[in-house]
């Protein structure tokens, strides 16, 4: 069925509503940022693969919202449809909820499935469209009526992350919660993001792409907490160490229903930028509504003593599978037949010879020469093209392992460059190592801090439209917050101090439409510096451990302080990984790592 | 009377009215950062000057809560008194609002003149104390009733800011300002910043400390605009003048009648951060409340065309005066007696010689030696030493210009300096140059951009206590807002874009207790630079002229790119000041300014 007529039959069931419109977010009911095969409507609906947009379908047009990083993708993968791509962010581009305002007549009728939006989403709706009659209609999802094949609801089995892994048994992570719970005197806290409730349970499980969590929701009370759970994915070990713990199962659907049974007088602690609407409209009306962050999310970050030290561990096999990996690209190119596909194949190679590689933390991202310019490109059969020895190869991946989850971007030469590949690769790396070597003091969010990376790249007038880095769960999701580095101070930002534990991509970028694409990415680690007179200072220890590649450095570029970053951490990378590898490849590494 | 007896009288007061605590923040009627004299009765009753504090006198004891800037200073002028001192923001200090909640008992009764706090502050207090019955007396000044020689009230005659030098006439801000109080649906706009008026109706008064504003409030309504201001300082013509722009007069104390006049089912738009709690109590029952920034505010931090270009001329002016002083400093210490004080007015006659010189725009800082390490060091009498030709010498000073408001900081070596002063005044520089040469997209915050000021200190485990800069007005109060350099990003910090035409400044610092401060200082122009695919860039035109004094630094510590941008600062300093010099003067400034 072309993307054509699925809209088609989207529109029939739409008129048998009279609906003006009808809203496909990319979310799942737990407003994952990854989401199951059975979550992705959206994608069926309009063909686009990228993992942020919103599909808006009307009466005659169809829209698709996405952002920075996908508007090239999105551009290439709208083109055979109707469906507009509409920018986000981008000058004189509406946001969906001005769209709809402005064209939406009164007492249109919007439909959406209110399992798939947040109330934040629903208010702004609300909010742009409060000077016409517009109603809302939520209880359905249209698309599974349209979607014929549609994926079965994902039901892996659970399996259990150990105490040794995560640093903190699930009872002491539930006390913690209930701490918090009480110092805000809430008497129930609804937790519906998966990873949050993976990372109390010390439960890991595998129903999302390439994110080892389960679907879930839980509620929280001062004696009770209820895990609504699809019941055959929980065996009965599992299930009897939940009970010990306290922790009692439903049906995973039950869930509204035990929101429904709130009573009148109690505080409830939802988190409304992950909780569904429908969830949300469940509370009854007596029930006192807190709506702030849950508190999961900021102890999930602050990463445990032993999850620092098995991240430590998880980062050096990912260095050297990616050494490894770099070494093969390098000296095979041009020699033999390597695609972007087969060279992902070849890296997830070296990374299963790994002891507890568990699978790919995200698709990869081998993107050769102008691939490289499409900030998630992700190569399918009919986009993988053939390295040759010349111009850049752009490696974006990462790994789950027992010990952790790591996220890695080199870049890497495989021969000639031209003057402005060489130019641009070391300004990316003069703010990467720049934002790297970053001292500061407690209180510092990564607002303050994302211009270090970005300043030698608008010092010439370039810029990335991305953040500069991201958030890192334990075994969890790939991308989480509240950290990260980016500059924009919205109304609605997440300003949070950089902590102690919390880890952070550090990935500033270039990328030359038809040209290249550069990016250099390091997980860091932040940690407790110096504490004296002005304070208590923190800096950023470094988890990745892979050299970059030296042959695309213009030195001349770099200042001395620079050159002593990069050549510190060169040599930290070499004694750090070379135990570990064979005689040919220490010689590689030691060459690949010689200071410049 | 010592301050003792002050105190002591105004326990008797307190007594009277059964108050447990009475607070004298430092604040007149409009929120004012300076204030006329007769507004200084929290420096009546505690010996304390700094420009911030507030004062507690509790039945027993007293407390004086201060910033950063002012700890030494506090601690040496509260010495004499029981007043304890509260270092605001350190670690297990309360604040004042944490202080009462913790001390008062149910029932207590707290005093303040309603018209020197704003809601926030009683919004926090009543936060705070939410728990015990606390009831709030604020309509009358107690201070009022102890200060037996009390200066009058301010009253000094308004003149007019031509429209050659505002750019703007008055009735073209009123319609701007018209503008945006119907695109917010207000009706009414209470305007009471003393700076915002006077920018407002180009006026300029002489009511306020090295501050040329007037007391006034303004009512703005669609139609009406009504100015309450002593009468007596209005000439005729100025009368007229604003009659014909539509605006009519009433006496000072006449707004909160005016207040109490408005209409039920009028919407009121009111600074939260600004109204003083007495005029907002006085807001009739039905009126409704927007309380949100004036729009005044930005609009006069972004200056007209015509406001840059005459601030241009104001700098070149008080460069020549400042390069002037500090060749004096440099050439004539050790050979005659300078001291502080005697330097500041050696300076200010140097000011005085330049065209539409109108006097300090705040009070000079000329701190030798351990002085420099006082942030806001104000010789007296009393603390006023004479320099040695050793050491350094921080002078931060500016002036009001018919052509606008500078602010200026130097350090100037006296003679011999030891390495870590030398250092020091590297590091900061190394932060100020790059900071100055920062260029960055729209929409960027100075959050975003303070950290480039700091980083050469952080590195160095070392900071200051103070912000990195602060807007300036025009003519108008040396420190304005909404622009700012500072890293803390908090619930109530104003995060706003840098805009064309907003003036900052940039003056990082360092402050060794007991041995020395260092400042450097230059205000800086944000403009409009490059746009192309990534977006439209900023960048930061430098407006202060004066050399940075090159004995003190420690070059091999200037990286190539920071002794170009030093270089090339000092080249456009001796271009553009050498030609108002005499003979010798650009002898000395040639070699001040030559390549490093």
Redesign the interface.
């Known amino acids: 069925m072309k993307i054509e007529e699925r809209l088609q039959k989207l529109r029939e069931q739409m008129a048998e509503r009279n609906l003006a419109a009808y809203i496909v977010p990319t979310e799942d009911f737990h407003n994952s940022e990854y989401v199951g095969d059975y979550f992705k409507a959206r994608e069926y609906l309009s063909g686009f693969t990228g993992s942020a947009g919103t599909l808006l379908v009307c009466r005659k047009e169809a829209f698709l919202w996405t952002d920075g990083r996908y508007f090239l993708q999105a551009q290439q993968q709208l083109a055979q449809s109707t469906i507009e791509l509409m920018k986000s962010g981008q000058p004189g581009v509406p946001a969906l909820e001005e769209y709809l305002a402005e064209h939406l007549k009164d007492g249109d009728r919007v439909g959406f499935d209110g399992r798939t939006v947040t109330k934040a989403f629903v208010v702004k709706l609300q909010d742009k469209t409060a000077d016409k009659q517009i109603t809302f209609y939520s209880r359905e999802d249209l698309a599974d009526l349209v979607w014929t094949d549609r994926p079965a609801l994902s039901a892996e089995p659970v399996w259990e992350l150990e105490e040794a892994f995560a640093g903190l048994s699930r009872e002491e992570k539930l006390d913690k919660v209930r701490e918090k719970m009480q110092a805000q005197k809430a008497d129930a806290l609804l937790l519906t993001a998966l990873d949050e409730i993976a990372w109390l349970l010390n439960l890991r499980g595998n129903d999302v792409h390439h994110t080892p969590v389960f679907l879930a929701y839980m509620l929280l009370t001062k004696t009770e907490a209820v895990l609504c759970v699809q019941e055959k994915i929980l065996s009965a070990e599992i299930r009897d160490k939940l009970k010990k713990a306290g922790v009692s199962t439903l049906p995973y659907e039950q869930i509204e229903e035990l929101v429904c049974g709130l009573q009148t007088g109690q505080k409830l602690w939802v988190d409304g930028r992950r909780v569904n609407y429908r969830l949300l409209q469940a509370i009854p009306e007596g029930v006192g509504q807190m709506d702030a962050p849950s508190p999961v999310e900021r102890m999930k970050a602050v990463k445990t003593a032993a999850e620092m030290e098995h991240l430590r561990k998880a980062h050096v096999k990912d260095g050297v599978a990616v050494s490894r990996f770099m070494r093969y690209l390098k000296t095979h190119v041009g020699k033999e037949r390597i695609t972007e596909l087969g060279a992902a194949q070849v890296l997830d190679g070296f990374r299963q010879q790994m002891e507890g590689y568990l699978g790919p933390s995200f698709d990869p991202i081998i993107a050769y020469g102008a691939h490289g310019a499409i900030v998630h490109y992700a190569a399918t059969k009919e986009s993988d093209v053939e390295m040759k020895p010349e111009g850049l190869c752009l490696a974006d991946t990462g790994g789950h392992y027992k010990d952790g989850t790591t996220d890695i971007t080199r870049t890497i030469a495989l021969g000639e460059l031209s003057a402005q590949e060489k130019r641009d690769y070391t300004l990316v790396l003069k703010g990467h190592l720049r934002l790297g ?5 407690e ?3 990564g ?6 990376a ?2 030698p790249l ?2 010439n ?3 990335y ?1 991305h953040g500069t880095g991201h958030g890192v769960g334990f075994l969890l999701s790939v991308h989480e917050g509240p950290q990260n580095f980016r ?3 919205g109304k609605d930002a997440d ?1 949070v101090p950089l902590e102690e534990g919390m880890v952070i991509s550090n990935e500033p970028g270039l990328y030359v439409t038809g040209k290249f694409g550069i990016r250099h990415e390091n997980l860091v680690l932040c940690r407790k510096g ?1 504490q ?1 007179d ?2 208590q ?1 923190m800096y950023l220890e470094t988890l990745t451990m892979a050299p970059f590649d030296k042959d695309a450095i213009e030195v001349t570029l770099l ?3 620079e050159r002593d970053w990069l050549n510190g951490y060169h040599k930290k990378v070499y004694e750090t990984l070379s135990p570990y590898m064979t005689k040919e490849e220490q010689e590689w590494l030691q060459k690949a790592t010689a200071a410049v």
């Open positions: 070597a970053a001292k500061f003091l209180g510092v969010c607002q303050n801090l994302d211009c270090l970005r300043e608008w010092e007038g370039l810029d439209n500059w924009r101070i300003c110096e004296n002005f304070g200072f200042n001395s302080q």
